[in-house]
């Protein structure tokens, strides 16, 4: 099996810088913390696609595994080829030996540990060297979003209030159609994470629930809870922590 892996390294991530221009899409590649010593990469995609290949790269104090196939991509067919040449990276090649491919939907990849030294404020672990492609081999546009995290129990916000929680900026924004909010809970507590428009209207609720401490987000496609496209303009993303509020504004531009 080692050598078949470094036989599609070798050959499949040659093979896949062949492509044509871009299209444009709204694919998201992203990096999530799911627990203190845990990661996934996760795709949320509208094109189909055929094939992928990342690299993940960490800050010095993290040491990253060896990644395991996730709900996407648990049939047999899909093939998750990995190499780590030091500690800080790991190259992925995900494709399918039946030349199948990942409808439109949303989801994990892949799944991995970690273990952190301790050493840094603030850690990290990014995403590099993306490719996305379709069926037919063409790239497609992909947004590419890393993550950085902090291990202190409290933290000041934007507002300077000492909190247990934190929600960050969403991201991109400006944004069309697609954004991403993230949080960070230092306790386990009752959450709900909601958008808002200018007029203080619920525009849609992303996360209503019981949550552990840990690391969370929500990718919002810019519709209603009845899946209406809504208009440009400016929205409030506000989580609501037990008794407490945070609210990020944020800007929808088509």
Do not use: C
């Not at 949303?106 to 991995?112: A, K, P, V, Y």
């Not at 050493?119 to 379709?134: C, N, Q």
């Not at 697609?178 to 709900?192: I, K, S």
């Not at 519709?223 to 400016?234: D, E, F, V, Y």
């Amino acid at each position: 099996m080692r050598h078949l892996k470094e036989k599609i390294i070798a050959k499949g991530m040659t093979a896949l810088l062949f492509f044509t221009a871009p299209m444009v899409a709204g694919d998201v590649l992203s990096v999530v913390r799911q627990s203190s010593n845990s990661l996934e990469v996760q795709l949320q995609n509208t094109d189909v696609v055929g094939g992928l290949q990342f690299s993940l790269r960490s800050s010095s104090d993290i040491v990253l595994s060896e990644p395991e196939r996730y709900d996407r991509v648990l049939a047999p067919s899909w093939i998750i080829a990995s190499y780590k040449p030091n500690d800080s990276t790991v190259n992925v090649l995900i494709v399918s030996m039946k030349q199948e491919s990942l409808g439109s939907g949303s989801g994990s990849l892949i799944r991995l540990s970690y273990a952190s030294t301790g050493t840094a404020k603030e850690s990290y672990v990014t995403l590099a060297s993306v490719l996305v492609v379709s069926p037919k081999s063409d790239s497609l546009g992909v947004t590419v979003e890393g993550l950085r995290w902090s291990d202190r129990s409290i933290t000041i916000d934007a507002n300077g209030s000492n909190r247990s929680f934190v929600l960050e900026q969403n991201y991109p924004n400006p944004f069309n159609p697609t954004t991403r909010v993230a949080y960070r809970l230092n306790n386990a507590a009752q959450v709900r994470l909601s958008i808002y428009d200018a007029a203080g209207r619920e525009v849609v609720r992303l996360a209503d629930q019981y949550e552990g401490a840990g690391e969370y987000s929500a990718v919002w496609n810019s519709a209603s809870t009845n899946r209406q496209a809504i208009a440009s303009g400016l929205y409030f993303a506000r989580l609501t922590v037990d008794n407490e509020s945070i609210t990020r504004k944020m800007i929808l531009l088509k």
